[in-house]
């Protein structure tokens, strides 16, 4: 079975440039989650859904980012503009309450620099 | 979400027992204890995880004591890939709702030959 897939893998952009992630969840998972990780701060939150409903998006840093989840089988992060601290790997994950252990599972990372 | 204690970081030799703790002493009645680990450069890996009873698949071994408190992920036999950084998270189950992992530091696992 495919896992949660993530696009791009890598992306070096340049600051003030718009960046798009990609993220395809589990087909038949209900929920899905995006977490940045960077040395400092270790792995965050940035926003969930549950049935592509926003569900605690208290995790996002600040205007610049914005999160949509237009169908259940497909969510993207934008940041708009990029800056230089925005550079860390991105996480997309997605469960599903009906199956055994609500378990969380994740995709590979979309790492992001920007300069 | 209750918080989680484990060390920072652990030594184990190649196909011995690696038994990594984690303390959880404020866990509420209905949350699980998650497991997973983080490989350099990929993605958080599920690993196990119980509610009250041990548990066992075919990557480890989850101990959890009668209190609930604490508990242990042991993997039976390390190998050189085993290497990673380990979180042990306590999370709502089977709840119906969707509910969020909250990662912590973890235990940094090194394994040697």
């Known amino acids: 079975d495919a896992g949660v897939i993530q696009s791009p893998r890598h992306e070096v952009t340049e600051m003030g440039q718009e960046v798009t992630l990609r993220c395809k969840p589990i087909s038949g998972h209900n929920s899905l989650f995006w977490y940045r990780q960077t040395m400092m701060r270790g792995l965050e939150l940035l926003i969930y859904?549950?049935?592509?409903?926003?569900?605690?998006d208290s995790g996002m840093p600040e205007d610049r980012f914005s999160a949509k989840m237009p169908n259940a089988s497909f969510s993207t992060l934008k940041i708009q503009p990029s800056e230089p601290r925005d550079s860390a790997v991105y996480f997309c994950a997605s469960s599903s309450q009906r199956s055994s252990g609500n378990t969380i599972y994740f995709g590979e990372g979309s790492w992001l620099t920007v300069v | 979400d209750a918080k989680t204690t484990q060390p920072t970081s652990m030594d184990c030799a190649e196909g011995r027992a690696a038994n990594l703790p984690c303390n959880h002493s404020t866990i509420s009645g209905n949350e699980y204890v998650y497991w997973y680990r983080q490989i350099h450069s990929q993605g958080p890996q599920y690993i196990i995880h119980?509610?009250?009873n041990n548990e066992t698949n075919e990557m480890a071994s989850l101990i959890i004591t009668e209190d609930r408190k604490s508990s242990t992920l042991i993997l039976p036999h390390a190998t050189l890939r085993d290497t990673a950084v380990y979180y042990c998270i306590v999370r709502p189950g089977n709840t119906g709702t969707a509910s969020k992992l909250t990662f912590g530091t973890g235990t940094r696992l090194q394994v040697t030959l």
């Open positions: 859904f549950n049935n592509n409903v926003p569900i605690d």
């Open positions: 119980g509610l009250k």
